[in-house]
């Protein structure tokens, strides 16, 4: 394979020819290209090879003449594999062509995730097309692992229309379980709407007749529903929405990050680490603001667990608040009377944007919120700024080499040293270092109230295979 960016050539032709050919389907041309020795898995500056732009574009001669000349497949810059392409952009004749291919685990896996933990098989549930659906769980890799042929969405006719996928169709006043059918709130495309239980013996969360905590359990499989419903305690409905250009999430400023529009399994940790015992007790009372919320499953948790005064959850991104705002009214009727629960816009980097947060707060929560070097300084400087002398500021983030996520730590912690701290807030003078830990099992164990391990691993398949953080920080007074 030539390595990234590197220009192969042969005579006249080059890789990025191939690229560029590939992208507007021009078959012999690439066969042209090909036949003159050019490497079919060239890659350009971004990791994209000729049959990533083959799949995202629709050209099924392209795709299959690549593969024959020896094209791999092989993930982007961004972790992003072609199948993943042809998918998101719903080429089914493209899909279908790649499994025939590749029929092996050993040439394309369905379940390989992308930098941000999203595979190609989350991304097929995502278009709200079951025939996709099937089409991905048939592939070997999907028969070898733990989506088995009896998915609860392969083995059933599903109810589907261009907006979403469900077994059981939503009715938002009687809030029936299943994947909501509405419209997303981009606007365009499909949404799943999650119904979870973040319940793990505190706050709300119900305890079985067995007399152990809510939450999940082994032995769910040999429960009736009811049961498990019961053993995750209270009821939340949480939608997600697909990211229409996962490699360009990010966009050029905070303003453009759609990252918020996905339900992340770090969020999941941080709902169970405030319905838990410890920390419901804390939040009685006090005022609560969660940065970077997106879908807003830590905040709500929040809210409904530990009876705040007010629960301020915030994000950014227009469409990212649009739906936490719709998330928000899902469960408008789980939190307490005295609870103030609203989503405000906030910008890290804005002080102008931070005067309807009310601050300073008594608690501030944030779940996977670094993962930009750049980021980090102002989001200390933030925190700093709306955290109440004495406050807490609780923190979970997967264990990774996230872009800045050790110095923000480091700055935290106060292992910067001085010069971390006058780089824009935070460092050695500022915060307390109270607890860290590793988030315990039962706050990676599945979420949603159906117990479908089918879907568990679809769309939280980085909580059974992750390491997940809790560092709790508290301002200096």
């Known amino acids: 394979m030539s390595s ?27 066969k042209a290209i090909l036949s003159s020795g050019v490497d079919a898995n060239h890659q350009d500056a971004h990791g994209n090879t000729a049959l990533h732009l083959s799949c995202a574009n629709g050209h099924a001669g392209v795709i299959r003449a690549l593969i024959k000349a ?16 042809a998918v998101q952009n719903k080429h089914d004749v493209c899909v ?32 709200g097309d079951a025939e996709m659906v099937k089409m991905v769980l048939n592939h070997k890799s999907a028969e070898e692992d733990i989506l088995l042929q009896q998915s609860s969405l392969s083995k059933d006719k599903k109810k589907t229309n261009k907006e979403g996928m469900s077994s059981k169709p939503v ?38 007749s067995s007399g152990s905590a809510g939450g999940d359990n082994d032995d769910d499989d040999d429960d009736d529903e009811e049961t498990r419903r019961r053993r995750r305690g209270v009821r939340f409905l949480l939608r997600e929405l697909p990211i229409r250009n996962p490699d360009e999430c990010f966009g050029d400023d905070a303003r453009e990050d759609t990252t918020g529009l996905n339900l992340w399994a770090a969020a999941v940790v941080l709902a169970r680490w405030v319905a ?23 905040g709500i948790s929040a809210a409904v667990h530990g009876s705040p005064a007010s629960m301020l959850i915030t994000d950014l991104n227009a469409e990212t608040m649009a739906n936490l705002d719709h998330n928000i009214e899902l469960n408008r009727h789980r939190y307490p009377a005295e609870t103030e ?37 102002p989001l200390l400087h933030a925190i700093l700024s709306l955290l109440e002398p004495g406050g807490s500021f609780f ?32 460092g050695d003078s500022d915060f307390e270092l109270v607890s860290v830990t590793d988030a315990p099992p039962e706050f990676c164990q599945n979420p949603l109230l159906s117990g479908s391990q089918d879907e568990y691993m679809v769309h939280f398949n980085e909580l059974p295979s992750s390491t997940f953080r809790l560092h709790e920080f508290r301002k200096r007074a």
Request: with cysteine; charged share 20%; aromatic share 4%.
């Open 276 to 298: 838990s015992p410890a920390i419901v007790s804390r939040l009685e009372g006090k005022t609560v603001l969660e940065l970077g919320a997106g879908c807003g499953a830590g």
């Open 341 to 377: 629960v609203r989503a405000v816009k906030l910008d890290w980097g804005d002080e102008s944007t931070w005067e309807e947060a009310k601050p300073p707060v008594d608690v501030i929560l944030a779940a996977d919120v670094v993962y930009q070097a750049s980021e980090t300084s």
């Open 395 to 426: 923190h979970v983030a997967p264990v990774s080499e996230r872009d800045g996520l050790e110095g923000f730590l480091a700055r935290l912690c106060g292992t910067a040293g001085r010069e971390g701290a006058a780089a824009g807030g935070g």
């Open 70 to 85: 020896g094209a791999s497949h092989l993930p982007n810059g961004a972790g992003n594999r072609p199948l993943q392409w």
């Open 171 to 208: 009715n938002s006043k009687k809030g029936d379980a299943g994947h909501e059918e509405d419209n997303g709130g981009n606007g365009d495309g499909p949404s799943i709407t999650h119904e979870l239980g973040f319940g793990i013996g505190g706050g709300e969360a119900v305890t079985s």
């Open 96 to 127: 279908k062509l790649l499994m025939e291919l590749y029929p092996e685990s050993s040439q394309m896996n369905v379940l390989d995730t992308n930098g941000f933990g999203k595979s190609a098989l989350s991304d097929a549930f995502k278009t």
């Open 4 to 30: 990234m960016a590197a220009e192969t050539s042969s005579s006249t032709h080059t890789g990025a020819d191939l690229l560029e050919c590939s992208r507007y389907g021009e078959l012999e041309d690439v």
